[in-house]
């Protein structure tokens, strides 16, 4: 009998990776290939849809061939990706109308504060469960209706965007819903990814008319929102396609929901951070959608076929490894390997915050023209200490929302489930535990992105059987606990607030 798998589609923010699991939740396969990251403006940032789409065919292919596996050994494929980040397409070409707006986008920030300014804030976060941001779909949508050129008709005539999408002529889908119309033909979107399009509802649990009138955004070109394991499947991939197999699409979910699925965080209390780009922090709080009283967010965690939405409480960091790419960038580091051997190589950063609010920042502050700061620097500041500063940046931003979490939650938080790519740095995970002065683990499969998109799908067409089964896959690889005196740790965080007020409110000269 043949051997069969799961495979996962994880499309993120810097590049688009194919993996295949096994049973015991094992990788068998593994294939990644970065896009190009568009920068038109400052604080713009955006991604070619097409080019995204001709990666994850490739990918895949490349992913299966080098494994020596053929698509018809896949049960099921499983859908992970960069939340909020927003394609508005031809329904009937399948062509792109505009660049994608990439999730750390900021050209939006004036209409967020139009709307901070109209007293709309607190409606869309009853609602929503989101702060008003230019992070999150609606403005995004809405910008590019008004902003993007015309589509060409065989005419040759053009016609509004606006008038094309009340016609239900133009989709509109975050990149799950670009991969999933791409791979069955269906517009489909899953619960966990339109809960951050500050359009949803995350407890009436349909797209918003209020919301959808105040954007403008016709209900004609948003996708059907399905459970994020639907055993109805969202489609089959096509035969005669790239593929040559038809493969069930049977599970979805953004991407720091699909970490929090595969940690197997499937009880309220159950906590996670993701360190890749962005950093986030998830806590599974069952099926009650907890109010924040303290800068986070409430998203729709994950549905499972016929079950009730499990919601949860987030913390969203925007810079997190991006900072790491930043100091390759500026050729502080050659590779993200070096930054632990150069921050260990000094004992402290001599005074230096680095707080990098490139993109502003997220959580708990939310402020959209907050801009990257380092401060404390002196003559005697080396490469090092700057370096090391950039780690701790990293675990003080996690401080920032674990006490938050701690505080809206009422749960003390004992040990911290982490993954991404990040967290394969040992001095960045004990630097961790030192500054939130709790256990970190770090489990045996690290790509827990993936994971959670490949268990969604193989929970739907039952390759798995039960969450059970899942969780006894779980298996820690390593634990730090903290190393550092509390109060060590409490006095180097009490400056860090200081350095964060240094970055906020910059970017007043722009006026994107």
């Not at 499309?11 to 294939?31: I, W, Y």
Request: proline letters at 3%.
């Amino acid at each position: 009998m043949t051997d069969t798998y799961v495979g996962a589609i994880d499309q993120g923010t810097t590049g688009t990776r194919f993996m295949v699991f096994d049973h015991s939740g094992q990788v068998v396969a593994n294939a990644y290939k970065k896009h190009e990251q568009i920068y038109p403006q400052p604080g713009w940032v955006e991604h070619d849809p097409v080019e995204i789409w001709e990666n994850t065919q490739e990918v895949v292919n490349t992913g299966l061939d080098e494994a020596g596996l053929n698509a018809e050994q896949l049960e099921a494929l499983g859908i992970t990706n960069q939340r909020e980040t927003t394609i508005v397409w031809d329904k009937e070409t399948g062509r792109p109308v505009h660049n994608a707006l990439v999730w750390q986008d900021r050209r939006t920030t004036d209409r967020v504060e139009e709307l901070q300014d109209a007293g709309m804030a607190e409606e869309i976060r009853d609602k929503t469960g989101l702060e008003v941001d230019a992070y999150f779909s609606a403005t995004k949508t809405e910008w590019i209706l008004d902003n993007a050129e015309p589509l060409k008709l065989q005419s040759s005539r053009s016609r509004d965007l606006r008038d094309r999408a009340r016609d239900g002529e133009l989709l509109m889908g975050t990149i799950d819903t670009w991969v999933i119309w791409n791979l069955t033909g269906n517009h489909i979107t899953d619960v966990s990814n339109a809960s951050r399009t500050m359009l949803y509802d995350i407890e009436g649990m349909n797209w918003d008319p209020g919301l959808l009138e105040e954007f403008d955004v016709p209900e004609a070109m948003l996708p059907e929102v399905r459970p994020s394991s639907d055993e109805a499947t969202y489609g089959s991939t096509d035969p005669d396609g790239f593929l040559g197999a038809e493969v069930p699409v049977a599970g979805a979910l953004g991407d720091q929901q699909a970490a929090l699925f595969g940690q197997t965080c499937f009880d309220a209390g159950d906590a996670k951070n993701t360190y890749g780009t962005g950093a986030f922090y998830l806590m599974n709080t069952g099926e009650e959608a907890v109010a924040s009283d303290n800068g986070l967010l409430t998203t729709i965690g994950f549905q499972m076929s016929g079950e009730p939405v499990q919601y949860a409480l987030e913390g969203s960091i925007f810079i997190a490894g991006a900072a790491i790419e930043w100091l390759e960038d500026v050729d502080l580091i050659n590779n993200a390997a070096q930054t632990a051997e150069l921050a260990r190589s000094v004992d402290t950063t001599d005074g230096v915050y680095m707080v990098p609010a490139f993109t502003g920042l997220g959580a708990p502050h939310w402020d959209g023209r907050a801009r990257g700061t380092i401060v404390g620097v002196t003559r005697g500041t080396e490469k090092e200490h700057l370096v090391r500063a950039t780690l701790e940046s990293i675990a003080y931003q996690t401080r920032d929302l674990a006490e938050a979490m701690e505080a809206d939650s009422g749960v003390e938080m004992t040990s911290l489930r982490v993954d991404g790519g990040a967290v394969k740095n040992d001095f960045l995970c004990q630097l961790q535990s030192d500054i939130i002065q709790t256990d970190i683990a770090r489990p045996e499969v690290d790509e827990t992105t993936a994971l959670g998109a490949a268990y969604a799908a193989g929970l739907a067409v039952g390759y798995w059987d039960s969450v059970d089964e899942l969780r006894s896959n779980w298996q820690i690889a390593r634990e730090f606990e903290p190393e550092m005196d509390d109060s060590e740790a409490d006095g180097l965080y009490s400056r860090w607030d200081d350095a964060v007020e240094r970055s906020f409110d910059w970017a007043r000269e722009e006026s994107a």
